[in-house]
């Protein structure tokens, strides 16, 4: 085989071993980075399959470098700042304080632990204050906490990318100064260096972000070649900062996704599509590459040392953070606790370590050490955190092994409707709509409503789904309902997802029960059917249950064309009514159901509409 050859394989190895570990991690339920990680050691160290540095030469650093910064400017596009204000204070805290807390207990960590100069300590620390969106994220939705600990998770997870790796920069920056003990100098340099960091950074992120707006704006590029000329944009400004100062580029493309994020003229719908899709790809191919570059000898090397460093950032760096953090904040016991066990490294931090380490090789300034200390932090965090925070969750009160909580996909009258009499009867609801202006009417109604697609991965990063359980698919497209349906089957289980039930020809067109989530209501409950009676004035009534008011008395009451929509148990367990599912109300049960228009009676509660 000839070198183009293993070339190739060993390019079209990194693809199938990083798709095939995510897709593999789906199908088990595990943590996507664990399976990448062990299919990385087994392909590099392991059995000597891969060896980056030979495949790549002296280009590794360069697209290890341009990667990390598309998985910033990803980051950062989810960064908006509305969203931002709403967790306040202690967001605010970890930002500043925890982070600072964080750089320091590491620091003290891996100089007295690991025993590294202090130069390489700092080093360390500022590269382990990341936590990171790709591994947060699916803990949360695993885990669904109620409160405000999963916003505040989540978006710390986002902004703290960048933030830990502009600290790695300035420490790298004087790394030299600060060997030689000469602090002094190097808090001057560090400072100076921040600063013209910071405003090559912004100044150059803003241009280019003007520019693609700009562009957006006058239709100079088609919608085709909006995603390739966002990655296009991405890299040069990425690179002409780089130029103009060491390592700006990491702050000139976060500023770039942030100042997208949050502007309004533009539309960058097709930018949101790509960077989804380029996460995936580059967050596989660039953990089996950066694994497969450790060797054992590494690992074994750190020995008792390694874990007790793990240990120390588990144990003290983390609660310490969030202690410091969380004082003068109206957080609970029970949230700081959790969120002081909630920090597991990602792939910023493995990127950011193995691209100093590269730097140090090549200036001969040793860090040896960086690369194994952070991948045992990456594979103990998410070991630690991934087995016991559902458990502690479920302990504090945050979480619930059955969710009662409502998703629905729809802001429209009927949808809203559905959602003020589900919370009338004390659950809590989200609806995720593309319609602006019935989402902002939801919000007016004193509803929860996100603007989003709902079959993007974007809605399951950017939606709280603390106490959420179960998932309604209330929109007029079938194909639409059925997708959402599957799409969140894997997150709340098949038995859990619904949708309206389609027209006779889109039911003979469902030949199989995995394409489409459960019937709701009726057969006759289309989306046309329902939308027809609530123009014709049928309301939404929640009708207690009593001895003397049963079932039957309300079917009396009301005729065969009240149609049952949800019931509340005794214990305060929610039902949804399906078509393959027969209820039976009985006393001290609460029924909720759609009736055309009569007078109030004295057990019922119309639900606004």
């Known amino acids: 085989m000839g070198d183009a050859e293993r070339m190739l394989l060993g390019l079209a190895s990194i693809f199938v071993l990083g798709v095939g570990a995510q897709w593999l991690a789906w199908r088990i339920k595990l943590p996507s980075i664990l399976l990448l990680l062990a299919f990385g050691f087994a392909a590099g160290p392991g059995t000597g399959w891969l060896n980056p540095d030979q495949m790549f030469g002296k280009l590794l650093f360069p697209i290890v470098s341009l990667s990390v910064a598309l998985i910033l400017f990803e980051g950062s596009l989810s960064l908006k700042f509305s969203e931002l204000a709403e967790v306040g204070k202690p967001l605010r805290n970890l930002l500043s304080i925890g982070v600072a807390v964080t750089w320091l207990v590491i620091t003290l960590a891996a100089r007295w632990i690991l025993g590294v100069d202090v130069a390489t300590a700092l080093l360390l620390g500022a590269m382990l204050t990341v936590t990171g969106p790709t591994v947060v994220g699916p803990l949360l939705r695993h885990i669904r906490p109620s409160g405000k600990v999963s916003s505040i998770a989540r978006w710390e997870g986002i902004v703290i990318d960048p933030i830990g790796a502009v600290l790695a920069v300035l ?6 100064i600060l060997r030689a003990a000469d602090f002094g100098k190097a808090a001057i340099d560090g400072a100076f260096g921040m600063l013209a960091t910071a405003v090559t950074g912004v100044v150059a992120g803003s241009l280019a972000a003007w520019f693609l707006i700009e562009c957006l704006k006058r239709y100079w590029i088609p919608e085709r070649l909006q995603s390739p000329a966002a990655l296009m944009i991405v890299a040069a400004v990425f690179v002409a900062s780089n130029l103009v100062k060491h390592e700006a580029g990491l702050v000139s493309v976060t500023v770039m996704g942030v100042f997208l994020a949050n502007q309004k003229s533009a539309s960058i719908k097709r930018i949101f599509e790509f960077k989804e899709n380029l996460s995936v790809l580059l967050v596989s191919s660039l953990f089996i590459l950066l694994a497969a570059r450790v060797e054992f000898a590494d690992f074994s090397q750190l020995g008792w040392r390694g874990l007790a ?68 932090v990456i594979v103990g965090t998410v070991v630690v955190y991934g087995l016991t925070a559902f458990p502690l969750a479920r302990w504090l009160g945050l979480a619930s092994a059955e969710a009662q909580g409502v998703l629905i996909a729809s802001s429209h009258p009927g949808a809203r409707a559905i959602g003020h009499a589900l919370k009338s009867a004390g659950f809590r609801v989200v609806l995720v709509d593309t ?55 894997e997150l709340f289980g098949q038995q859990k997802v619904y ?21 709701l209501f009726s057969p006759e409950s289309t989306f046309d059917a329902l939308d027809h009676r609530f123009e014709s004035g049928s309301t939404i009534k929640s009708t207690g249950l009593t001895e003397e008011f049963e079932f039957e008395s309300f079917r009396k009451q009301h005729g065969d064309t009240a149609v049952p929509l949800f019931l509340v148990t005794e214990s305060g367990k929610l039902v949804v009514v399906t078509e393959d599912k027969t209820i039976s109300p009985g006393k001290d049960q609460k029924l909720i159901a759609l009736i055309d228009p009569q007078p109030e009676n004295a057990t019922s509660s119309t639900s606004p509409v």
């Open 435 to 489: 319609n602006r202006e019935d989402v902002m009417t939801a919000r007016l109604e004193g509803l929860e409503a996100c603007y989003a697609n709902i079959l993007s991965e974007q809605a399951m990063d950017e939606i709280d789904l603390g106490g959420i359980g179960r998932f309604l698919a209330l929109t007029p497209n079938d194909e639409v309902n059925s997708l959402s349906a599957m799409h969140f089957s």
């Open 309 to 376: 460093f793990v240990a120390a950032v588990i144990l003290i760096a983390r609660p310490a953070s969030v202690v410091a953090s969380s004082i003068g904040t109206d957080l609970s016991k029970a949230e700081r606790i959790f969120l002081s066990w909630l920090a597991p490294r990602g792939i910023v931090a493995a990127a950011v370590a193995s691209v100093f380490a590269l730097r140090l090789d090549e200036t001969g300034n040793g860090g040896g050490e960086l690369v194994p200390a952070t991948f045992l």
């Open 171 to 176: 420490v790298f920056e004087v790394f030299d």
């Open 499 to 519: 949708q309206l039930p389609p027209s006779k020809t889109g039911r003979t067109a469902m030949a199989s029960d995995h394409l489409h989530g459960r019937f």
